[in-house]
Protein backbone atom coordinates (compact mmCIF):
# COMPACT_ATOMS: atom_id res chain seq x y z
CA UNK A 1 0.00 0.00 0.00
CA UNK A 2 1.62 3.73 -1.23
CA UNK A 3 2.46 5.25 2.18
CA UNK A 4 1.98 8.95 1.23
CA UNK A 5 -0.35 9.24 3.69
CA UNK A 6 2.55 9.06 6.21
CA UNK A 7 3.62 12.43 5.16
CA UNK A 8 0.25 14.18 5.53
CA UNK A 9 -0.41 16.84 8.46
CA UNK A 10 -3.81 15.46 10.04
CA UNK A 11 -4.73 18.25 13.24
CA UNK A 12 -8.14 15.61 13.48
CA UNK A 13 -10.40 19.72 14.34
CA UNK A 14 -13.52 19.07 13.13
CA UNK A 15 -13.65 21.73 11.15
CA UNK A 16 -9.68 22.01 9.75
CA UNK A 17 -9.89 23.04 6.08
CA UNK A 18 -13.65 24.31 6.67
CA UNK A 19 -12.73 27.71 8.03
CA UNK A 20 -10.85 30.66 8.55
CA UNK A 21 -10.87 32.20 11.72
CA UNK A 22 -10.93 35.99 11.90
CA UNK A 23 -8.99 38.41 14.47
CA UNK A 24 -11.02 41.27 13.66
CA UNK A 25 -13.97 42.74 15.86
CA UNK A 26 -16.68 41.56 13.27
CA UNK A 27 -16.37 38.10 10.95
CA UNK A 28 -15.40 38.94 7.51
CA UNK A 29 -17.37 37.65 5.10
CA UNK A 30 -15.94 35.88 2.14
CA UNK A 31 -17.69 35.98 -1.45
CA UNK A 32 -17.12 32.41 -3.69
CA UNK A 33 -16.99 33.19 -7.38
CA UNK A 34 -17.70 29.39 -8.46
CA UNK A 35 -18.80 26.43 -6.83
CA UNK A 36 -17.64 22.76 -6.16
CA UNK A 37 -20.57 19.89 -6.54
CA UNK A 38 -22.99 18.73 -4.50
CA UNK A 39 -26.09 16.44 -3.46
CA UNK A 40 -29.00 16.44 -3.98
CA UNK A 41 -32.27 16.76 -1.59
CA UNK A 42 -34.71 14.17 -1.38
CA UNK A 43 -37.32 16.44 -0.08
CA UNK A 44 -40.32 18.34 -2.07
CA UNK A 45 -42.45 21.37 -1.99
CA UNK A 46 -45.34 18.81 -0.86
CA UNK A 47 -42.98 17.35 1.85
CA UNK A 48 -42.59 20.78 2.99
CA UNK A 49 -46.24 21.69 3.08
CA UNK A 50 -47.39 18.75 5.17
CA UNK A 51 -44.51 19.65 7.43
CA UNK A 52 -45.23 22.94 8.37
CA UNK A 53 -49.70 22.72 8.39
CA UNK A 54 -50.39 23.47 11.47
CA UNK A 55 -47.39 24.67 12.64
CA UNK A 56 -47.62 28.76 13.02
CA UNK A 57 -47.49 28.62 16.81
CA UNK A 58 -44.44 26.18 17.10
CA UNK A 59 -42.40 27.49 19.84
CA UNK A 60 -38.98 26.66 18.13
CA UNK A 61 -36.63 24.45 20.44
CA UNK A 62 -39.92 23.95 22.68
CA UNK A 63 -41.84 21.97 20.74
CA UNK A 64 -40.98 19.37 18.51
CA UNK A 65 -40.25 20.29 14.89
CA UNK A 66 -39.04 18.62 11.55
CA UNK A 67 -35.58 19.64 10.50
CA UNK A 68 -34.92 19.49 6.73
CA UNK A 69 -31.36 18.87 5.88
CA UNK A 70 -29.65 19.74 2.59
CA UNK A 71 -26.15 19.46 1.14
CA UNK A 72 -26.24 23.40 0.20
CA UNK A 73 -28.25 26.49 1.87
CA UNK A 74 -29.62 27.11 -1.48
CA UNK A 75 -31.75 23.65 -1.61
CA UNK A 76 -33.44 25.48 1.14
CA UNK A 77 -35.25 27.72 -1.04
CA UNK A 78 -37.61 24.86 -2.29
CA UNK A 79 -38.92 24.84 1.44
CA UNK A 80 -38.84 29.02 1.83
CA UNK A 81 -40.75 29.08 -1.49
CA UNK A 82 -43.56 26.73 0.49
CA UNK A 83 -43.71 29.17 3.20
CA UNK A 84 -43.87 32.43 1.54
CA UNK A 85 -47.10 33.63 1.67
CA UNK A 86 -46.67 33.92 5.59
CA UNK A 87 -43.90 36.32 5.00
CA UNK A 88 -42.12 35.43 7.48
CA UNK A 89 -38.55 36.46 9.19
CA UNK A 90 -35.48 35.01 8.39
CA UNK A 91 -33.37 33.60 11.23
CA UNK A 92 -29.88 32.72 9.49
CA UNK A 93 -27.11 31.06 11.14
CA UNK A 94 -24.46 30.95 8.90
CA UNK A 95 -20.61 32.58 8.29
CA UNK A 96 -21.79 34.51 5.25
CA UNK A 97 -25.17 36.42 4.78
CA UNK A 98 -25.83 34.93 1.50
CA UNK A 99 -26.17 38.09 -0.51
CA UNK A 100 -23.80 37.59 -3.13
CA UNK A 101 -25.78 39.02 -6.25
CA UNK A 102 -27.99 36.55 -7.72
CA UNK A 103 -27.51 39.49 -11.08
CA UNK A 104 -28.78 37.26 -13.81
CA UNK A 105 -31.51 35.37 -11.96
CA UNK A 106 -35.21 37.41 -12.34
CA UNK A 107 -37.36 36.76 -9.30
CA UNK A 108 -40.26 35.82 -11.96
CA UNK A 109 -37.66 32.71 -13.45
CA UNK A 110 -36.84 31.81 -9.56
CA UNK A 111 -40.79 31.61 -8.97
CA UNK A 112 -41.28 29.04 -11.94
CA UNK A 113 -38.38 27.34 -11.30
CA UNK A 114 -39.83 26.64 -7.53
CA UNK A 115 -43.17 25.85 -8.21
CA UNK A 116 -41.88 23.08 -10.63
CA UNK A 117 -40.14 21.68 -7.82
CA UNK A 118 -37.17 21.31 -9.55
CA UNK A 119 -34.77 20.67 -7.19
CA UNK A 120 -32.14 19.25 -9.08
CA UNK A 121 -31.38 22.90 -10.49
CA UNK A 122 -30.94 23.98 -6.82
CA UNK A 123 -28.22 21.54 -6.11
CA UNK A 124 -24.40 22.95 -6.68
CA UNK A 125 -22.95 19.78 -8.78
CA UNK A 126 -24.46 20.56 -12.20
CA UNK A 127 -23.14 22.23 -15.08
CA UNK A 128 -26.01 24.91 -14.97
CA UNK A 129 -27.08 25.25 -11.54
CA UNK A 130 -29.60 28.25 -10.91
CA UNK A 131 -27.75 30.06 -8.33
CA UNK A 132 -24.86 29.20 -6.17
CA UNK A 133 -25.20 29.03 -2.76
CA UNK A 134 -23.46 32.35 -1.84
CA UNK A 135 -26.45 34.07 -3.49
CA UNK A 136 -29.37 32.56 -2.10
CA UNK A 137 -30.79 34.84 0.44
CA UNK A 138 -30.68 37.47 -2.25
CA UNK A 139 -32.81 35.39 -4.41
CA UNK A 140 -35.24 35.17 -1.52
CA UNK A 141 -35.08 38.76 -0.77
CA UNK A 142 -35.64 39.57 -4.77
CA UNK A 143 -38.59 37.44 -4.57
CA UNK A 144 -39.91 38.96 -2.03
CA UNK A 145 -40.15 35.52 0.66
CA UNK A 146 -39.37 37.30 3.62
CA UNK A 147 -40.87 40.23 5.64
CA UNK A 148 -37.11 40.69 7.47
CA UNK A 149 -33.28 39.13 7.88
CA UNK A 150 -31.93 38.43 11.47
CA UNK A 151 -28.40 36.90 10.82
CA UNK A 152 -26.94 35.48 13.37
CA UNK A 153 -22.99 36.21 13.00
CA UNK A 154 -20.33 33.80 14.05
CA UNK A 155 -18.35 36.90 16.09
CA UNK A 156 -15.96 35.44 18.76
CA UNK A 157 -15.17 38.62 19.75
CA UNK A 158 -17.41 40.69 22.94
CA UNK A 159 -20.66 42.37 21.84
CA UNK A 160 -18.30 45.84 23.14
CA UNK A 161 -15.63 44.91 20.56
CA UNK A 162 -18.30 45.51 17.35
CA UNK A 163 -17.40 48.03 15.72
CA UNK A 164 -20.05 49.81 12.77
CA UNK A 165 -17.23 51.08 10.81
CA UNK A 166 -15.54 48.08 10.51
CA UNK A 167 -18.73 45.86 9.68
CA UNK A 168 -19.27 48.69 6.59
CA UNK A 169 -16.40 47.90 5.03
CA UNK A 170 -16.57 44.21 5.64
CA UNK A 171 -19.87 44.20 3.91
CA UNK A 172 -18.55 46.68 1.22
CA UNK A 173 -16.01 44.77 0.33
CA UNK A 174 -17.40 41.56 -0.08
CA UNK A 175 -19.65 42.78 -2.17
CA UNK A 176 -22.57 41.86 0.43
CA UNK A 177 -24.16 44.95 0.47
CA UNK A 178 -24.60 48.09 -1.68
CA UNK A 179 -23.40 51.48 -0.71
CA UNK A 180 -26.74 52.90 0.64
CA UNK A 181 -27.08 49.67 1.90
CA UNK A 182 -24.17 49.44 4.00
CA UNK A 183 -24.53 53.55 4.95
CA UNK A 184 -28.02 52.62 6.69
CA UNK A 185 -26.36 50.24 8.99
CA UNK A 186 -26.36 51.07 12.55
CA UNK A 187 -25.62 49.47 15.73
CA UNK A 188 -26.87 49.44 19.06
CA UNK A 189 -26.70 46.02 21.77
CA UNK A 190 -24.37 44.14 19.56
CA UNK A 191 -26.55 44.28 16.47
CA UNK A 192 -26.23 46.40 13.35
CA UNK A 193 -29.37 47.17 11.60
CA UNK A 194 -30.14 48.56 8.39
CA UNK A 195 -32.40 48.06 4.97
CA UNK A 196 -31.40 45.17 2.60
CA UNK A 197 -32.89 44.40 -1.00
CA UNK A 198 -35.84 46.74 0.38
CA UNK A 199 -36.20 44.45 4.01
CA UNK A 200 -35.15 45.31 7.75
CA UNK A 201 -31.88 44.04 7.88
CA UNK A 202 -30.52 43.14 11.42
CA UNK A 203 -26.67 41.47 12.15
CA UNK A 204 -26.42 39.90 15.54
CA UNK A 205 -24.00 39.28 17.63
CA UNK A 206 -24.01 35.79 19.06
CA UNK A 207 -24.54 36.90 22.83
CA UNK A 208 -27.71 39.34 21.57
CA UNK A 209 -31.37 38.78 21.75
CA UNK A 210 -33.42 38.71 19.02
CA UNK A 211 -37.22 39.76 19.32
CA UNK A 212 -38.76 38.82 16.16
CA UNK A 213 -42.90 38.45 16.33
CA UNK A 214 -44.48 36.78 13.54
CA UNK A 215 -43.51 33.75 11.59
CA UNK A 216 -39.68 32.74 11.31
CA UNK A 217 -38.47 30.74 9.08
CA UNK A 218 -34.48 29.48 10.64
CA UNK A 219 -32.06 27.93 8.54
CA UNK A 220 -28.68 27.16 10.64
CA UNK A 221 -25.89 26.84 8.18
CA UNK A 222 -22.77 23.96 9.87
CA UNK A 223 -20.18 27.14 8.80
CA UNK A 224 -21.93 29.15 11.43
CA UNK A 225 -20.13 27.00 14.55
CA UNK A 226 -17.10 26.21 11.78
CA UNK A 227 -16.04 30.00 12.76
CA UNK A 228 -16.34 29.77 16.25
CA UNK A 229 -15.08 26.32 16.67
CA UNK A 230 -11.17 26.10 18.12
CA UNK A 231 -10.76 22.72 18.85
CA UNK A 232 -11.81 20.36 21.55
CA UNK A 233 -9.98 22.04 24.13
CA UNK A 234 -10.70 25.65 23.96
CA UNK A 235 -14.36 24.89 22.15
CA UNK A 236 -15.81 21.41 22.84
CA UNK A 237 -18.17 20.53 20.04
CA UNK A 238 -20.83 19.64 21.98
CA UNK A 239 -21.06 22.62 24.62
CA UNK A 240 -20.69 24.87 21.76
CA UNK A 241 -24.09 23.13 20.01
CA UNK A 242 -26.01 23.22 22.88
CA UNK A 243 -24.94 26.35 23.96
CA UNK A 244 -25.88 28.04 20.51
CA UNK A 245 -29.19 26.29 20.64
CA UNK A 246 -30.20 26.77 24.49
CA UNK A 247 -30.09 30.83 23.52
CA UNK A 248 -31.68 30.50 20.56
CA UNK A 249 -34.62 28.72 22.29
CA UNK A 250 -34.51 31.66 24.74
CA UNK A 251 -35.67 34.12 21.94
CA UNK A 252 -39.08 32.12 22.07
CA UNK A 253 -39.86 32.41 17.92
CA UNK A 254 -42.69 30.87 16.59
CA UNK A 255 -41.26 29.12 13.43
CA UNK A 256 -42.81 27.98 10.73
CA UNK A 257 -39.82 25.79 8.96
CA UNK A 258 -36.57 25.09 9.89
CA UNK A 259 -33.63 24.10 7.81
CA UNK A 260 -30.02 22.92 8.21
CA UNK A 261 -27.12 23.05 5.67
CA UNK A 262 -23.49 21.30 5.34
CA UNK A 263 -21.92 23.59 2.91
CA UNK A 264 -18.93 20.68 2.78
CA UNK A 265 -19.29 20.08 -0.63
CA UNK A 266 -18.67 23.71 -1.34
CA UNK A 267 -15.52 23.44 1.41
CA UNK A 268 -16.32 25.66 3.46
CA UNK A 269 -17.05 22.93 6.47
CA UNK A 270 -14.63 19.88 6.83
CA UNK A 271 -15.74 16.26 6.50
CA UNK A 272 -15.35 15.56 9.85
CA UNK A 273 -18.33 17.41 11.45
CA UNK A 274 -20.70 15.72 9.09
CA UNK A 275 -22.06 13.95 12.13
CA UNK A 276 -23.78 17.15 13.36
CA UNK A 277 -26.36 17.10 11.10
CA UNK A 278 -28.07 14.11 12.62
CA UNK A 279 -27.17 15.73 16.06
CA UNK A 280 -28.96 18.64 15.37
CA UNK A 281 -32.07 17.15 13.81
CA UNK A 282 -32.44 14.95 16.86
CA UNK A 283 -32.19 18.14 19.09
CA UNK A 284 -34.85 19.84 17.07
CA UNK A 285 -37.08 16.49 16.97
CA UNK A 286 -36.29 16.13 21.06
CA UNK A 287 -35.90 19.68 22.34
CA UNK A 288 -36.13 18.48 26.04
CA UNK A 289 -32.71 16.91 25.44
CA UNK A 290 -31.07 20.53 25.85
CA UNK A 291 -31.81 19.76 29.70
CA UNK A 292 -31.07 16.18 30.01
CA UNK A 293 -28.15 14.15 30.08
CA UNK A 294 -26.40 14.09 27.15
CA UNK A 295 -27.23 10.74 25.48
CA UNK A 296 -24.52 7.99 25.54
CA UNK A 297 -23.33 7.96 22.03
CA UNK A 298 -22.59 11.35 22.20
CA UNK A 299 -20.56 11.21 24.84
CA UNK A 300 -18.82 8.78 23.23
CA UNK A 301 -18.32 10.72 20.43
CA UNK A 302 -17.34 13.88 22.63
CA UNK A 303 -14.72 11.48 24.12
CA UNK A 304 -13.50 10.43 20.69
CA UNK A 305 -12.85 13.64 19.39
CA UNK A 306 -10.86 14.64 22.39
CA UNK A 307 -8.66 11.71 23.14
CA UNK A 308 -6.62 12.66 19.90
CA UNK A 309 -6.14 15.96 21.00
CA UNK A 310 -4.14 14.46 24.31
CA UNK A 311 -2.27 12.24 21.46
CA UNK A 312 -4.28 9.42 22.65
CA UNK A 313 -5.03 7.94 19.02
CA UNK A 314 -4.92 4.37 19.81
CA UNK A 315 -7.61 4.58 22.48
CA UNK A 316 -9.99 6.95 20.24
CA UNK A 317 -9.88 4.70 17.39
CA UNK A 318 -10.91 1.54 19.94
CA UNK A 319 -13.39 3.57 21.09
CA UNK A 320 -14.81 4.58 17.40
CA UNK A 321 -13.98 0.70 16.14
CA UNK A 322 -16.75 0.07 19.28
CA UNK A 323 -19.27 2.62 17.95
CA UNK A 324 -19.04 1.60 14.54
CA UNK A 325 -19.56 -2.05 15.45
CA UNK A 326 -22.60 -0.84 17.32
CA UNK A 327 -23.56 1.50 14.49
CA UNK A 328 -22.04 -0.21 11.44
CA UNK A 329 -24.72 2.20 9.12
CA UNK A 330 -22.97 5.27 10.40
CA UNK A 331 -20.89 6.65 8.04
CA UNK A 332 -19.36 9.33 9.98
CA UNK A 333 -18.34 6.83 12.61
CA UNK A 334 -16.43 5.38 9.24
CA UNK A 335 -14.74 8.47 8.52
CA UNK A 336 -13.92 9.26 11.95
CA UNK A 337 -11.82 5.75 12.09
CA UNK A 338 -10.29 6.93 8.73
CA UNK A 339 -9.42 10.12 10.06
CA UNK A 340 -7.79 8.87 13.36
CA UNK A 341 -6.24 5.49 11.94
CA UNK A 342 -3.93 7.96 10.22
CA UNK A 343 -1.92 8.54 13.40
CA UNK A 344 -2.23 5.14 15.26
CA UNK A 345 -0.22 1.76 14.44
CA UNK A 346 -3.13 0.56 12.10
CA UNK A 347 -1.90 0.35 8.69
CA UNK A 348 -2.25 2.66 5.80
CA UNK A 349 -4.44 0.39 3.97
CA UNK A 350 -6.63 -0.26 6.73
CA UNK A 351 -6.95 3.86 7.09
CA UNK A 352 -8.43 4.14 3.56
CA UNK A 353 -10.41 0.73 3.81
CA UNK A 354 -12.26 2.70 6.28
CA UNK A 355 -12.71 5.47 3.88
CA UNK A 356 -14.02 3.49 1.41
CA UNK A 357 -16.27 2.16 4.39
CA UNK A 358 -17.79 5.72 4.38
CA UNK A 359 -18.09 6.54 1.54
CA UNK A 360 -20.42 3.84 0.51
CA UNK A 361 -22.67 4.70 2.79
CA UNK A 362 -22.63 8.16 2.14
CA UNK A 363 -20.76 9.32 -1.18
CA UNK A 364 -20.08 13.18 -0.01
CA UNK A 365 -17.21 11.64 1.92
CA UNK A 366 -15.58 10.97 -1.55
CA UNK A 367 -14.30 14.70 -1.46
CA UNK A 368 -11.84 13.19 0.92
CA UNK A 369 -10.29 11.32 -2.23
CA UNK A 370 -10.03 15.07 -3.85
CA UNK A 371 -8.31 16.11 -1.17
CA UNK A 372 -5.56 13.12 -1.12
CA UNK A 373 -4.80 13.08 -4.65
CA UNK A 374 -2.36 16.49 -4.92
CA UNK A 375 -0.84 15.40 -1.74
CA UNK A 376 -0.14 11.37 -3.33
CA UNK A 377 1.01 13.93 -6.56
CA UNK A 378 3.72 15.92 -4.36
CA UNK A 379 5.02 12.70 -2.73
CA UNK A 380 5.98 11.40 -6.40
CA UNK A 381 2.86 8.61 -6.34
CA UNK A 382 0.77 9.40 -9.77
CA UNK A 383 -0.76 6.23 -9.60
CA UNK A 384 -2.19 6.74 -6.67
CA UNK A 385 -3.39 10.23 -7.04
CA UNK A 386 -5.41 8.49 -10.28
CA UNK A 387 -6.60 6.04 -8.37
CA UNK A 388 -8.35 7.90 -5.84
CA UNK A 389 -9.98 10.28 -8.52
CA UNK A 390 -11.45 7.50 -10.27
CA UNK A 391 -12.93 6.18 -6.69
CA UNK A 392 -14.45 9.75 -6.27
CA UNK A 393 -15.77 9.78 -10.05
CA UNK A 394 -17.40 6.15 -9.04
CA UNK A 395 -19.00 7.60 -5.72
CA UNK A 396 -20.15 10.76 -7.35
CA UNK A 397 -20.71 9.34 -11.72
CA UNK A 398 -23.18 12.89 -12.06
CA UNK A 399 -20.75 15.23 -10.74
CA UNK A 400 -19.00 16.98 -14.15
CA UNK A 401 -16.68 18.70 -11.67
CA UNK A 402 -15.24 15.35 -10.25
CA UNK A 403 -15.29 14.12 -13.62
CA UNK A 404 -13.56 17.30 -14.61
CA UNK A 405 -10.83 16.84 -11.93
CA UNK A 406 -10.25 12.82 -13.38
CA UNK A 407 -9.90 13.92 -16.57
CA UNK A 408 -7.38 16.77 -16.02
CA UNK A 409 -4.82 13.99 -14.29
CA UNK A 410 -5.72 11.47 -17.11
CA UNK A 411 -4.13 14.20 -19.37
CA UNK A 412 -1.36 14.61 -17.08
CA UNK A 413 -0.78 10.66 -16.99
CA UNK A 414 -0.74 10.75 -20.80
CA UNK A 415 -4.01 8.28 -20.45
CA UNK A 416 -5.52 10.37 -22.89
CA UNK A 417 -7.65 7.23 -24.28
CA UNK A 418 -9.67 7.31 -21.13
CA UNK A 419 -9.81 10.51 -20.99
CA UNK A 420 -11.21 11.48 -24.49
CA UNK A 421 -14.85 9.81 -23.73
CA UNK A 422 -15.08 11.73 -20.22
CA UNK A 423 -14.38 15.00 -21.97
CA UNK A 424 -17.17 14.62 -24.82
CA UNK A 425 -19.77 13.81 -22.37
CA UNK A 426 -18.35 17.06 -20.20
CA UNK A 427 -18.72 18.96 -23.47
CA UNK A 428 -22.33 17.91 -24.35
CA UNK A 429 -23.82 19.69 -20.95
CA UNK A 430 -25.40 22.75 -20.50
CA UNK A 431 -22.97 24.82 -18.91
CA UNK A 432 -24.42 27.68 -17.10
CA UNK A 433 -23.39 31.00 -18.98
CA UNK A 434 -23.13 32.59 -15.60
CA UNK A 435 -21.10 31.20 -13.98
CA UNK A 436 -19.22 28.41 -16.35
CA UNK A 437 -18.63 30.62 -19.03
CA UNK A 438 -15.56 29.98 -20.26
CA UNK A 439 -15.95 26.24 -19.20
CA UNK A 440 -16.95 25.65 -22.64
CA UNK A 441 -13.76 26.91 -24.37
CA UNK A 442 -11.38 25.12 -21.75
CA UNK A 443 -12.92 21.48 -22.29
CA UNK A 444 -12.11 22.09 -25.88
CA UNK A 445 -8.72 23.37 -25.42
CA UNK A 446 -8.38 19.68 -22.93
CA UNK A 447 -9.85 17.83 -25.78
CA UNK A 448 -7.30 19.09 -28.20
CA UNK A 449 -4.31 18.35 -26.10
CA UNK A 450 -6.03 14.85 -25.07
CA UNK A 451 -6.28 14.22 -29.23
CA UNK A 452 -3.38 12.88 -31.23
Same mark, same amino acid.
Given at each position: ? /?????????? #??????????????????????????????????????????????????????? #???????????????????????????????????????? $?????????????????????? $?? /???????????????????????????????????????????????? !?????????????????????????? *?????????????? *???????????????????????????? *?????? /??????????????????????????????????????????????????? !???????????????????????? $??????????????????????????????????????????????????????????????????????????????????? /??????????????????????????????????????? !???
Amino acid at each position: M /IRYITLICCT #LMLFCGGCESSETQTKTVTVETATTPAATTTVTAEDVKEDISGAQKNGLLQNSIT #LQRYEVSSEALLQWYAVRETRPSLVLYSKDPLLLSTQTLK $PKELLARLAEQDRKALRANIAN $PL /IIPKMTLDAALKARFFSAVYWIMPTPGDIEELSVEIFRSQMLQSNTLS !ADEARSLTLRNGIFSGTVRGVPFHAV *HPQADVKVSGPVVL *HFDLSYLSALYKGEIKTPIFPLVYQTLK *HLRDQQ /IETVAASFSYSQIIREVALGSRFLGDVFEQLFAQPQLLDAKMPGPWIKRAN !ALYLPNMMMFDEARKLLLQMADAQ $PDDASLHYALYMVSRETSASLGVALRHLADAVQRDPVYAYEYLSLAPIAREKGFPDEALRVLFLASKANPDNPLMTLALVRAL /IAAGQTETAVPLLENLLALNWSKSYYLNMPSFLEQLLAE !ARP
